[in-house]
């Protein structure tokens, strides 16, 4: 009986003890997320914003922001958005068929595997091979085959033959860095595939 009491007012003393505590840390843990989400910065180790589309277009806000020439009023983010919906679909949704060495290159057959990666071909194959023309002085010609793609990609340099064959669908997509300057005319409201 005498251990009952005494375990009784052991426990009361101990809550009386772990209550506050508890107490304490639920309200500094209410605290630090009500104040980071008000502006307040929380401290983090994490450095990856989520996906890498929503990494392009944080990385876009903080160099408009730090820009003192930003015109507001001209930003359009939305249009970037979709401009990499469309990425993804065809580095992601795309089947290559075949891919196949010529004289002087590579002949490739590619097939959006969804009809928004058919969209996204359809978009991208018409403004790409210019780009990739004006970086390297090879040739891409695009040849639609009902739900197919043909790519002919050719180099006038022996040298680099080999390197474009290499590099096969998704490398010469992903060739050059003009993807950066359209992504920053974008963000401006400009339509690079109509310069």
Known sequence: MNNTLHLKQFTIIALSFILPISLTAQTQHQKMMHSGMHGTLVSTPL?????????????AIR?????STTDWSKVDLEALRQHLIDMNNFTLHVDVLSQNPIP???????KGNTPAAQQS?????????PM??????????V??????????VTSKNPAEVNKIRGLGYIGLMAYGMHHQMHHWMIVHGINPHKQ
């Open 121 to 129: 071909l359809k978009r991208v194959l018409a403004a790409h091979p």
């Open 63 to 67: 160099a408009l922001e730090a820009d």
């Open 104 to 110: 002087n290159g590579v002949d490739i057959v590619v």
């Open 47 to 59: 450095t990856e914003p989520g996906n890498d589309a929503f990494g392009t277009i944080q990385e």
């Open 132 to 141: 990739l023309k004006k970086e390297t002085g090879w040739t891409m010609d």
């Open 143 to 152: 040849k639609p085959k009902n739900d197919q793609y043909e790519l002919v």
